[in-house]
């Protein structure tokens, strides 16, 4: 149904500037689809950004919130029944080189687990300098914003933590250096492996290299494996910790339950947030078991860490990912796959690469497919008007804001998908 008055901007007033604006107000969600306060409806593509795994207000998630609710909440500093179930569960889950052998420190936001990650990967190594890369988002507070580039999170807010080097991501649509003969993805692992074993670089003192298996906001970017593999060799070789940011990538949102496991690398530690919750706040850093018994007992105290309400619900998301009836993961592979192919299909001249894994699938647009500008601010606000008033919500991303993800629930229905995503590619058409 077209929505005929988006009349919200006064609704959106009261919103603490800073955070993303959309032109929507949320009353009621279930499953991909959001009511407004007027009673106009919305497919979700972006999944509250990448929270909704499961879809909104799963009936077994509000069961599992009733049940827990009445038991026992907040643990305090004590562990609880099910942050201890939680942290068994998610060992289980890991990718191999976590995977049975890790310890969980539990967080309430991606950008705390990203702080976490910075300070032990500090203490464990005795080593004071981080790599993170062109592109990256790792989180908006002191080192996480420190690891994160982009004018817009950064611009006034400074300084940040020092010590962090930033290197090149393989972000082969836009590459500054020349791919004749070797790929982003050599170029971009030979050069951390540089800066981590030459004398005359930071070598001694990089304590971890942080890198998100397929860049987030930096626009939807999934290197091929060999870049991770190259990342590893160059870790081994200096003796710094590889740190996977799955924030974004993880809890099967890429076709595997860690986008890492595409390539087969063992991670030293792994931070986890948005689709781990099942839409309650949940967010965390594993690490080698060998290296969280480096840190001092009581040195990082953290009142709310895995409230057994979160860890409930969080239980209940990873069920429902797991389930083999529902087969979420591997869904969401084939659905990827389909949905890109689809996406192609409309074959228009503002689509200058459509690219992805499982269900996080960033759309590239551009004035012109040969020079790569990027979609003016005016077409991208002009499309976004289109598809939010026929009744779907996309978040873009991107360097240059000109990426639109499709990062729907992992449940999303085939045929819905495939509707809403009509409505993106009628919108290109008036463009
Ligand atoms: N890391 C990555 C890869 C992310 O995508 C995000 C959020 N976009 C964060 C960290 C920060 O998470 P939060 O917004 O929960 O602090």
């Not at 074993?197 to 999934?222: H, K, L, M, R, S």
């Not at 993800?405 to 045929?415: C, E, F, N, W």
Request: proline share 5%.
């Amino acid at each position: 149904k077209a929505v005929e008055a988006l009349a919200l901007s006064a609704r959106t007033e009261s919103m603490a500037r800073g955070g993303g604006r959309m032109p929507v107000v949320m009353d009621r969600a279930f499953g991909v689809t959001i009511k407004d306060p007027d009673g106009n409806t919305f497919v979700d593509l972006s999944a509250g950004v990448g929270v909704s795994s499961v879809g909104r207000c799963h009936p077994k998630v509000v069961e599992a919130i009733r049940q827990q609710s009445g038991v026992l909440m907040h643990a305090m500093e004590v562990n609880s029944s099910k942050r201890t179930e939680l942290a068994a569960k998610i060992s289980e889950i890991m990718p191999e080189g976590l995977r049975g052998d890790c310890i969980t420190f539990f967080a309430q936001s991606g950008s705390d687990a990203l702080e976490a990650a910075v300070k032990f990967a500090k203490r464990v190594t005795g080593r004071h300098q981080i790599i993170a890369f062109h592109g990256g988002y790792h989180g908006v507070w002191n080192a996480s914003n420190a690891l994160t580039t982009g004018t817009a999170y950064r611009k006034g807010y400074g300084p940040f933590m020092g010590g962090v080097i930033h290197a090149p991501y393989p972000y082969a649509y836009r590459f500054p250096f020349d791919t004749t003969h070797k790929s982003a993805e050599q170029i971009a692992g030979e050069y951390v492996d540089y800066l981590l074993n030459t004398p005359y670089t930071a070598a001694d003192d990089v304590a971890a290299v942080i890198v998100e298996p397929v860049q987030g906001e930096g626009g939807y970017v999934p290197p091929s494996p060999e870049f991770l593999q190259l990342l590893r060799k160059a870790c081994n070789k200096s003796g710094a910790l590889l740190i996977v940011d799955e924030v974004q990538s993880g809890a099967g949102r890429t076709g595997k339950m860690w986008a890492v496991e595409h390539s087969g690398v063992k991670p030293d530690m792994l931070t986890f947030g948005k689709g781990m919750g099942g839409d309650v706040p949940m967010a965390g850093l594993v690490m080698r078991s060998d290296l969280a018994a480096k840190i001092p007992d009581g040195s990082v105290p953290n009142t709310f860490a895995a409230n057994s309400l979160s860890a409930a619900v969080s239980l209940t998301n990873i069920a429902l990912l797991q389930d083999p009836e529902l087969d979420l993961i591997n869904r969401a592979h084939q659905l990827g796959l389909e949905a890109q192919e689809y996406i192609r299909g409309f074959n228009s001249p503002y689509i200058g690469e459509v690219r992805g894994r499982g269900l996080m699938i960033g759309i590239e647009l551009v004035e012109d497919k040969v020079t790569k500008e990027p979609l003016t601010g005016e077409k991208l606000g002009k499309l976004m008007g289109h598809v939010l008033s026929h009744g779907v919500l996309m978040v873009p991303c991107g360097r240059y804001t000109n990426v639109m993800r499709v990062m729907p629930s992992l449940t999303i229905p085939r045929k819905l998908l495939f509707k809403a995503l009509d409505v993106f590619g009628d919108g290109l058409k008036t463009l």
